[in-house]
């Protein structure tokens, strides 16, 4: 039984440094997760024990597994299970999982026979090339780039990425919230 208590009193010191860490408030977290600021402040001192139904709001407002706000063992699998998305042509490989802040995916193009359709939005974008021939239409440029070169820009330009020649294009990306909803929505029919 002390094993549990233990488990259950690192839980709020936990939930305090996890949202330190990541600069939220009180406030700010008990708008995204509908439990009110002072169930969040006796969590985190341990004056009220985690539920399930407090830790589940947390873990995805947070946007980490369960697992983490408790501290359950490793279970010896290290593999990372990504879930991929594919949308026109385009498969994003989210690397990352915070909610808000900066997004990290890897890309992969498909060549295909459409013309650039140059898009803008809010942010900044930063991306690497990894394989294959990039072709970055920015503002009025043309760029090729290679493996290994990097771009980064302001998404307010009008901007385009696709495969360079036939083969496909993979790319590390990093963009804001709002370059990953611009570069995810659906196209129109």
Known sequence: ???????????????????????????????????????????????????????????????????????????GDPRVHLKPVTRGGMTYVPLTRRPGGLHAHKLVIAPSAGEPEPRTHEGYEWVYVLNGRLRLHLGGNVLVMTPGEVAEFDTHLPHWLGPADDQPVELLVIFGKQGERAHLRARPS
């Open 1 to 75: 039984m002390n094993d549990l208590q233990d488990v259950l009193a690192a839980v709020g010191p936990r939930l305090r440094e996890l949202r330190r860490r990541r600069g939220i408030t009180l406030a700010h977290l008990a708008e995204r997760t509908g439990i009110s600021e002072s169930t969040l402040s006796r969590l985190e001192s341990g004056g009220r024990k985690p539920t399930l139904e407090l830790l589940l709001p947390l873990a995805h407002a947070h946007g980490v597994p369960l697992d983490e706000l408790v501290g359950a063992p490793q279970t």
